[in-house]
Protein backbone atom coordinates (compact mmCIF):
# COMPACT_ATOMS: atom_id res chain seq x y z
CA UNK A 1 0.00 0.00 0.00
CA UNK A 2 1.56 3.81 -1.36
CA UNK A 3 -0.61 5.46 1.03
CA UNK A 4 0.92 5.91 4.76
CA UNK A 5 -1.22 3.82 7.25
CA UNK A 6 -1.69 6.73 9.40
CA UNK A 7 -3.55 8.70 6.49
CA UNK A 8 -5.63 5.24 5.91
CA UNK A 9 -6.65 5.44 9.22
CA UNK A 10 -7.54 9.22 9.12
CA UNK A 11 -9.30 8.76 5.69
CA UNK A 12 -11.63 6.33 7.69
CA UNK A 13 -11.91 8.77 10.71
CA UNK A 14 -12.90 11.78 8.59
CA UNK A 15 -15.17 10.77 6.50
CA UNK A 16 -18.43 11.91 8.27
CA UNK A 17 -18.96 14.99 6.07
CA UNK A 18 -17.52 13.03 3.01
CA UNK A 19 -20.10 10.42 2.88
CA UNK A 20 -22.99 12.62 3.86
CA UNK A 21 -21.73 14.76 0.78
CA UNK A 22 -21.98 11.69 -1.06
CA UNK A 23 -25.50 10.21 0.09
CA UNK A 24 -26.64 13.42 -0.54
CA UNK A 25 -25.19 13.36 -4.56
CA UNK A 26 -27.18 9.76 -4.46
CA UNK A 27 -30.08 11.09 -3.14
CA UNK A 28 -30.87 14.14 -5.58
CA UNK A 29 -29.99 11.77 -8.21
CA UNK A 30 -32.81 9.49 -7.51
CA UNK A 31 -34.98 12.08 -5.81
CA UNK A 32 -34.40 14.88 -7.59
CA UNK A 33 -32.25 18.00 -5.50
CA UNK A 34 -35.37 19.68 -4.95
CA UNK A 35 -36.49 16.81 -2.92
CA UNK A 36 -33.06 16.40 -0.95
CA UNK A 37 -32.71 18.31 2.55
CA UNK A 38 -28.88 19.19 2.71
CA UNK A 39 -27.66 20.99 6.55
CA UNK A 40 -24.41 18.67 5.82
CA UNK A 41 -21.80 21.58 4.67
CA UNK A 42 -21.04 25.41 6.70
CA UNK A 43 -20.88 26.40 2.95
CA UNK A 44 -22.21 30.42 3.34
CA UNK A 45 -25.17 30.83 1.15
CA UNK A 46 -25.66 34.49 2.04
CA UNK A 47 -23.98 36.23 -1.14
CA UNK A 48 -21.23 38.19 0.18
CA UNK A 49 -21.48 42.25 0.22
CA UNK A 50 -21.45 43.92 -3.17
CA UNK A 51 -18.48 45.67 -2.12
CA UNK A 52 -16.75 42.97 -2.44
CA UNK A 53 -17.81 42.65 -5.85
CA UNK A 54 -17.05 45.75 -6.82
CA UNK A 55 -13.45 45.56 -5.18
CA UNK A 56 -12.29 42.60 -7.03
CA UNK A 57 -13.25 43.99 -10.46
CA UNK A 58 -11.09 46.73 -9.56
CA UNK A 59 -8.23 44.44 -8.62
CA UNK A 60 -8.00 42.35 -11.62
CA UNK A 61 -8.57 45.52 -13.92
CA UNK A 62 -5.56 46.32 -11.97
CA UNK A 63 -2.53 45.83 -14.00
CA UNK A 64 0.63 47.52 -12.20
CA UNK A 65 3.51 45.62 -11.65
CA UNK A 66 4.15 43.10 -8.64
CA UNK A 67 -0.19 42.67 -8.18
CA UNK A 68 0.57 39.00 -8.01
CA UNK A 69 3.59 38.32 -7.02
CA UNK A 70 5.44 37.23 -3.83
CA UNK A 71 5.76 39.32 -0.77
CA UNK A 72 7.10 39.23 2.71
CA UNK A 73 5.39 35.49 4.44
CA UNK A 74 3.32 37.51 6.67
CA UNK A 75 1.55 39.14 4.03
CA UNK A 76 1.27 42.67 2.49
CA UNK A 77 2.58 45.93 4.82
CA UNK A 78 -0.83 47.43 3.85
CA UNK A 79 -2.95 45.22 4.68
CA UNK A 80 -1.67 44.44 7.99
CA UNK A 81 -1.59 47.01 9.28
CA UNK A 82 -5.24 47.55 7.74
CA UNK A 83 -5.90 44.88 9.98
CA UNK A 84 -3.91 45.54 13.18
CA UNK A 85 -6.61 49.29 12.67
CA UNK A 86 -9.57 47.40 13.07
CA UNK A 87 -8.48 45.06 15.53
CA UNK A 88 -7.63 47.65 17.72
CA UNK A 89 -11.27 49.21 17.51
CA UNK A 90 -12.38 45.32 17.95
CA UNK A 91 -10.28 44.48 20.48
CA UNK A 92 -10.12 47.31 23.20
CA UNK A 93 -6.41 47.63 23.12
CA UNK A 94 -3.70 48.43 20.67
CA UNK A 95 -2.57 46.29 18.24
CA UNK A 96 0.45 47.40 15.74
CA UNK A 97 0.50 45.46 12.07
CA UNK A 98 3.67 43.61 13.13
CA UNK A 99 1.59 41.59 15.61
CA UNK A 100 -0.61 40.35 12.50
CA UNK A 101 0.00 37.42 10.25
CA UNK A 102 -2.15 36.58 7.02
CA UNK A 103 -2.90 33.66 6.79
CA UNK A 104 -4.68 30.95 4.38
CA UNK A 105 -8.24 31.19 5.77
CA UNK A 106 -8.72 30.26 10.14
CA UNK A 107 -7.37 26.57 8.97
CA UNK A 108 -3.84 27.67 7.85
CA UNK A 109 -3.85 30.15 10.63
CA UNK A 110 -4.58 27.09 13.48
CA UNK A 111 -1.86 25.39 11.37
CA UNK A 112 0.96 28.08 11.64
CA UNK A 113 0.51 28.51 15.73
CA UNK A 114 0.13 24.73 16.22
CA UNK A 115 3.79 24.74 14.36
CA UNK A 116 4.90 27.48 16.18
CA UNK A 117 3.97 26.30 19.29
CA UNK A 118 3.94 22.67 19.38
CA UNK A 119 6.82 20.16 20.40
CA UNK A 120 6.69 16.33 20.41
CA UNK A 121 4.23 15.12 22.63
CA UNK A 122 2.86 18.61 23.71
CA UNK A 123 -0.99 18.61 24.01
CA UNK A 124 -3.69 20.69 23.17
CA UNK A 125 -6.62 20.62 24.87
CA UNK A 126 -9.79 21.56 23.37
CA UNK A 127 -13.92 22.26 25.31
CA UNK A 128 -15.92 19.58 23.28
CA UNK A 129 -17.94 18.91 21.30
CA UNK A 130 -15.22 20.43 18.54
CA UNK A 131 -14.50 21.17 14.79
CA UNK A 132 -13.22 17.96 13.65
CA UNK A 133 -10.17 18.69 12.35
CA UNK A 134 -8.42 19.77 15.37
CA UNK A 135 -7.24 16.53 16.10
CA UNK A 136 -5.12 16.37 12.62
CA UNK A 137 -4.17 19.96 13.09
CA UNK A 138 -2.68 18.86 16.41
CA UNK A 139 -0.98 15.88 14.78
CA UNK A 140 0.32 18.00 12.03
CA UNK A 141 2.37 19.25 14.35
CA UNK A 142 3.22 17.08 16.80
CA UNK A 143 0.94 17.48 19.44
CA UNK A 144 -1.77 15.33 20.82
CA UNK A 145 -5.45 17.09 20.96
CA UNK A 146 -7.14 16.27 24.34
CA UNK A 147 -10.61 17.29 24.71
CA UNK A 148 -12.74 18.26 27.86
CA UNK A 149 -16.46 18.14 28.14
CA UNK A 150 -18.26 21.46 28.15
CA UNK A 151 -22.17 22.36 30.42
CA UNK A 152 -25.03 21.14 29.34
CA UNK A 153 -25.38 24.44 27.46
CA UNK A 154 -22.10 23.90 25.74
CA UNK A 155 -20.58 26.69 27.95
CA UNK A 156 -17.25 26.34 29.79
CA UNK A 157 -17.36 23.97 32.26
CA UNK A 158 -14.32 25.56 34.00
CA UNK A 159 -14.32 22.68 36.92
CA UNK A 160 -13.50 20.28 33.90
CA UNK A 161 -11.03 22.74 32.52
CA UNK A 162 -9.08 22.61 35.61
CA UNK A 163 -9.16 18.85 36.39
CA UNK A 164 -8.22 18.41 32.53
CA UNK A 165 -5.10 21.17 32.50
CA UNK A 166 -2.00 19.74 33.37
CA UNK A 167 1.94 19.82 32.70
CA UNK A 168 1.23 18.96 29.31
CA UNK A 169 -0.84 21.33 28.55
CA UNK A 170 1.24 23.82 26.28
CA UNK A 171 -2.52 25.32 24.01
CA UNK A 172 -5.91 25.36 25.76
CA UNK A 173 -7.73 26.11 22.07
CA UNK A 174 -11.18 27.16 22.11
CA UNK A 175 -13.59 27.84 19.30
CA UNK A 176 -16.27 30.88 20.09
CA UNK A 177 -18.98 30.81 18.33
CA UNK A 178 -18.35 27.06 18.64
CA UNK A 179 -18.77 24.69 15.18
CA UNK A 180 -20.85 22.55 15.88
CA UNK A 181 -22.56 24.32 18.59
CA UNK A 182 -23.33 27.90 17.91
CA UNK A 183 -22.55 28.94 21.81
CA UNK A 184 -20.60 31.71 23.04
CA UNK A 185 -18.20 32.12 25.80
CA UNK A 186 -19.10 34.69 27.93
CA UNK A 187 -16.67 37.55 29.27
CA UNK A 188 -16.73 36.12 32.68
CA UNK A 189 -15.92 32.66 31.30
CA UNK A 190 -12.69 33.89 30.24
CA UNK A 191 -11.90 35.71 32.70
CA UNK A 192 -12.14 32.60 34.61
CA UNK A 193 -10.25 30.48 32.80
CA UNK A 194 -7.44 33.28 32.41
CA UNK A 195 -6.89 32.77 36.25
CA UNK A 196 -6.56 29.42 35.52
CA UNK A 197 -4.24 28.98 33.18
CA UNK A 198 -2.25 31.77 34.62
CA UNK A 199 -2.24 29.77 37.75
CA UNK A 200 -0.92 26.66 36.12
CA UNK A 201 1.53 28.03 33.77
CA UNK A 202 2.77 29.42 37.28
CA UNK A 203 2.94 25.81 38.64
CA UNK A 204 4.00 24.39 35.80
CA UNK A 205 6.92 26.82 35.47
CA UNK A 206 6.11 27.59 31.75
CA UNK A 207 3.08 29.85 29.55
CA UNK A 208 0.02 27.67 28.45
CA UNK A 209 -1.12 29.82 25.23
CA UNK A 210 -4.62 30.54 25.01
CA UNK A 211 -6.16 29.95 21.27
CA UNK A 212 -8.97 31.46 20.31
CA UNK A 213 -10.28 29.98 16.76
CA UNK A 214 -13.30 32.80 15.84
CA UNK A 215 -14.31 32.94 12.03
CA UNK A 216 -17.46 33.08 13.23
CA UNK A 217 -16.80 35.95 15.35
CA UNK A 218 -19.00 38.35 13.45
CA UNK A 219 -21.82 35.91 13.04
CA UNK A 220 -24.10 36.70 15.80
CA UNK A 221 -27.40 37.16 16.95
CA UNK A 222 -29.86 38.84 19.34
CA UNK A 223 -27.41 41.66 20.23
CA UNK A 224 -24.61 39.31 21.37
CA UNK A 225 -21.53 40.57 21.13
CA UNK A 226 -17.73 37.31 21.56
CA UNK A 227 -15.96 38.62 24.04
CA UNK A 228 -12.60 38.95 23.62
CA UNK A 229 -9.65 36.72 24.76
CA UNK A 230 -7.29 39.86 24.81
CA UNK A 231 -9.34 41.92 27.39
CA UNK A 232 -8.61 38.59 29.53
CA UNK A 233 -5.37 36.65 28.71
CA UNK A 234 -1.89 38.46 27.72
CA UNK A 235 -0.66 34.89 26.71
CA UNK A 236 -3.40 34.45 23.61
CA UNK A 237 -3.69 33.72 20.22
CA UNK A 238 -6.87 35.08 18.04
CA UNK A 239 -7.00 33.15 14.11
CA UNK A 240 -10.43 33.71 12.26
CA UNK A 241 -10.97 35.01 8.35
CA UNK A 242 -13.44 36.49 5.85
CA UNK A 243 -14.38 32.41 4.87
CA UNK A 244 -17.95 33.30 6.62
CA UNK A 245 -18.52 36.94 7.46
CA UNK A 246 -17.50 37.82 3.92
CA UNK A 247 -19.04 34.53 2.67
CA UNK A 248 -15.11 34.12 0.60
CA UNK A 249 -14.36 30.43 2.29
CA UNK A 250 -13.33 29.40 -1.13
CA UNK A 251 -10.91 32.07 -1.67
CA UNK A 252 -8.69 31.10 1.74
CA UNK A 253 -7.96 34.02 3.88
CA UNK A 254 -7.50 34.72 7.49
CA UNK A 255 -5.08 36.39 9.91
CA UNK A 256 -3.36 35.50 13.10
CA UNK A 257 -2.66 38.28 15.59
CA UNK A 258 -0.86 37.63 19.11
CA UNK A 259 -2.05 39.67 22.13
CA UNK A 260 0.53 42.28 22.45
CA UNK A 261 2.08 41.13 26.12
CA UNK A 262 2.31 37.45 25.15
CA UNK A 263 5.03 35.76 26.59
CA UNK A 264 8.16 35.72 23.29
CA UNK A 265 6.65 37.58 21.36
CA UNK A 266 8.72 38.39 19.17
CA UNK A 267 10.02 34.51 18.75
CA UNK A 268 6.60 34.01 18.60
CA UNK A 269 5.83 36.05 15.46
CA UNK A 270 9.09 34.95 13.98
CA UNK A 271 7.83 31.08 14.29
CA UNK A 272 4.45 31.68 12.87
CA UNK A 273 6.15 33.83 9.74
CA UNK A 274 8.49 31.02 9.18
CA UNK A 275 5.77 28.18 9.33
CA UNK A 276 3.80 29.84 6.77
CA UNK A 277 6.56 29.64 4.46
CA UNK A 278 7.38 26.04 5.66
CA UNK A 279 4.41 24.76 5.85
CA UNK A 280 4.30 25.76 2.10
CA UNK A 281 1.71 28.47 2.11
CA UNK A 282 4.39 30.56 1.46
CA UNK A 283 1.93 33.62 2.08
CA UNK A 284 -1.64 34.24 1.88
CA UNK A 285 -3.16 35.02 -1.39
CA UNK A 286 -2.46 38.48 -2.73
CA UNK A 287 -5.06 39.15 -4.71
CA UNK A 288 -7.40 38.23 -1.52
CA UNK A 289 -5.39 40.50 0.86
CA UNK A 290 -5.35 44.01 -1.40
CA UNK A 291 -9.17 42.98 -1.43
CA UNK A 292 -10.06 43.18 2.03
CA UNK A 293 -7.45 45.68 2.80
CA UNK A 294 -10.01 48.60 2.21
CA UNK A 295 -13.26 46.34 3.35
CA UNK A 296 -12.51 46.24 6.58
CA UNK A 297 -15.14 46.01 9.21
CA UNK A 298 -17.93 44.90 6.51
CA UNK A 299 -19.88 41.74 7.17
CA UNK A 300 -22.57 39.95 4.94
CA UNK A 301 -26.10 40.41 6.29
CA UNK A 302 -26.18 38.65 9.31
CA UNK A 303 -30.38 39.26 9.90
CA UNK A 304 -30.70 36.26 6.93
CA UNK A 305 -29.26 33.48 8.61
CA UNK A 306 -30.40 34.81 12.00
CA UNK A 307 -34.29 34.40 9.89
CA UNK A 308 -33.34 31.25 8.85
CA UNK A 309 -32.04 30.22 12.38
CA UNK A 310 -35.68 31.35 13.71
CA UNK A 311 -37.20 29.35 11.28
CA UNK A 312 -35.89 26.35 12.09
CA UNK A 313 -35.98 26.62 15.74
CA UNK A 314 -39.35 27.27 15.59
CA UNK A 315 -40.15 23.85 13.47
CA UNK A 316 -37.79 21.51 15.19
CA UNK A 317 -39.20 22.60 18.67
CA UNK A 318 -42.72 22.37 17.44
CA UNK A 319 -41.75 19.00 16.61
CA UNK A 320 -40.28 17.79 20.01
CA UNK A 321 -36.46 18.44 19.47
CA UNK A 322 -34.84 19.54 22.23
CA UNK A 323 -31.55 22.22 21.63
CA UNK A 324 -30.53 25.33 22.39
CA UNK A 325 -31.26 28.49 20.51
CA UNK A 326 -27.51 29.31 19.39
CA UNK A 327 -26.55 32.99 20.15
CA UNK A 328 -24.12 32.63 17.01
CA UNK A 329 -22.65 30.55 14.04
CA UNK A 330 -24.87 28.99 11.51
CA UNK A 331 -25.65 25.79 13.10
CA UNK A 332 -28.21 24.20 15.49
CA UNK A 333 -27.21 21.25 17.49
CA UNK A 334 -29.94 19.22 18.83
CA UNK A 335 -30.32 16.36 21.14
CA UNK A 336 -30.53 13.44 19.45
CA UNK A 337 -33.89 11.28 20.05
CA UNK A 338 -31.93 8.16 19.95
CA UNK A 339 -28.96 7.68 22.15
CA UNK A 340 -27.08 6.65 19.18
CA UNK A 341 -26.71 9.64 16.84
CA UNK A 342 -25.23 7.43 13.75
CA UNK A 343 -28.74 5.69 14.04
CA UNK A 344 -30.92 8.53 14.21
CA UNK A 345 -29.25 10.47 11.04
CA UNK A 346 -29.40 7.34 9.32
CA UNK A 347 -33.91 7.87 10.24
CA UNK A 348 -32.66 11.36 8.76
CA UNK A 349 -31.73 10.25 5.69
CA UNK A 350 -34.71 8.13 4.79
CA UNK A 351 -36.72 11.45 4.86
CA UNK A 352 -34.05 12.54 2.50
CA UNK A 353 -32.37 14.74 5.63
CA UNK A 354 -28.68 14.98 5.41
CA UNK A 355 -27.13 16.21 8.82
CA UNK A 356 -23.87 15.15 10.80
CA UNK A 357 -24.20 12.86 13.57
CA UNK A 358 -22.80 14.83 16.64
CA UNK A 359 -20.29 11.73 17.41
CA UNK A 360 -18.61 13.23 14.54
CA UNK A 361 -17.34 16.78 16.41
CA UNK A 362 -16.84 14.61 19.87
CA UNK A 363 -20.34 15.04 20.65
CA UNK A 364 -22.19 11.93 20.85
CA UNK A 365 -26.01 11.86 21.47
CA UNK A 366 -26.55 15.12 18.99
CA UNK A 367 -26.55 16.10 15.68
CA UNK A 368 -25.18 18.84 13.87
CA UNK A 369 -27.55 20.73 11.11
CA UNK A 370 -25.53 23.88 9.05
CA UNK A 371 -28.86 26.01 8.33
CA UNK A 372 -26.48 28.45 5.74
CA UNK A 373 -28.90 27.07 3.16
CA UNK A 374 -32.11 28.20 0.88
CA UNK A 375 -35.23 28.63 3.03
CA UNK A 376 -36.78 26.54 0.60
CA UNK A 377 -34.68 23.25 2.37
CA UNK A 378 -35.65 24.72 5.62
CA UNK A 379 -39.24 24.79 4.93
CA UNK A 380 -39.56 21.35 3.33
CA UNK A 381 -37.16 19.53 5.68
CA UNK A 382 -39.43 20.40 8.82
CA UNK A 383 -42.29 17.27 8.06
CA UNK A 384 -39.32 15.37 7.28
CA UNK A 385 -37.72 16.10 10.97
CA UNK A 386 -41.50 15.24 12.59
CA UNK A 387 -41.88 12.44 10.74
CA UNK A 388 -38.70 11.02 12.09
CA UNK A 389 -38.94 12.00 15.31
CA UNK A 390 -41.80 10.17 15.52
CA UNK A 391 -40.66 7.21 13.89
CA UNK A 392 -37.45 7.15 16.77
CA UNK A 393 -40.55 7.32 19.71
CA UNK A 394 -41.84 4.29 18.32
CA UNK A 395 -38.64 1.95 18.11
C1 LIG B 1 -14.43 26.17 13.98
C2 LIG B 1 -13.77 26.34 12.67
N1 LIG B 1 -12.48 26.66 12.66
C3 LIG B 1 -11.82 26.83 11.49
C4 LIG B 1 -12.47 26.66 10.30
C5 LIG B 1 -11.70 26.87 9.03
O1 LIG B 1 -12.04 28.11 8.50
P1 LIG B 1 -11.40 28.66 7.16
O2 LIG B 1 -12.25 28.21 6.03
O3 LIG B 1 -11.37 30.12 7.32
O4 LIG B 1 -10.03 28.08 7.08
C6 LIG B 1 -13.81 26.32 10.26
C7 LIG B 1 -14.50 26.12 8.99
O5 LIG B 1 -15.64 25.72 8.89
C8 LIG B 1 -14.49 26.15 11.49
O6 LIG B 1 -15.78 25.82 11.54
Keep these: MAVAHKMLDYMGKSSWIRKMFEEGARLKQIHGADKVFDFSLGNPNVPPP ?34 AAQLSLEKGLP ?40 GFYADNHGGILKTVPTSDDFTLDLEALAKAVGPGTKVV ?38 VSDEPYCKIVYDGHRVPSVFAAYENSL ?18 VVVHPQAADLQ ?34 DVSIYRRKRDLLVAGLRSAG ?26 LLQEENILVVPGSGFFGPGH ?15 IPGFHRALQRAKNL
Design 50 to 83: AAVHDKLRQLVANLAPGMHGYMPNAGLPETRAAV
Design 95 to 134: ISADQVVMTCGAAGGLNIILKALLDPGDEVLTPVPCFVEY
Design 173 to 210: LINSPNNPTGQIYSAVALERLADLLRQKSREYDRPIYL
Design 238 to 255: ITTSYSKDLSLPGERLGF
Design 267 to 300: ALLGALTLANRILGFVNAPALQQRLITELQGLCV
Design 321 to 346: YVLINPPGAFYLFPQSPLSDDIEFVR
Design 367 to 381: FRIAYCVDDRTIEGA
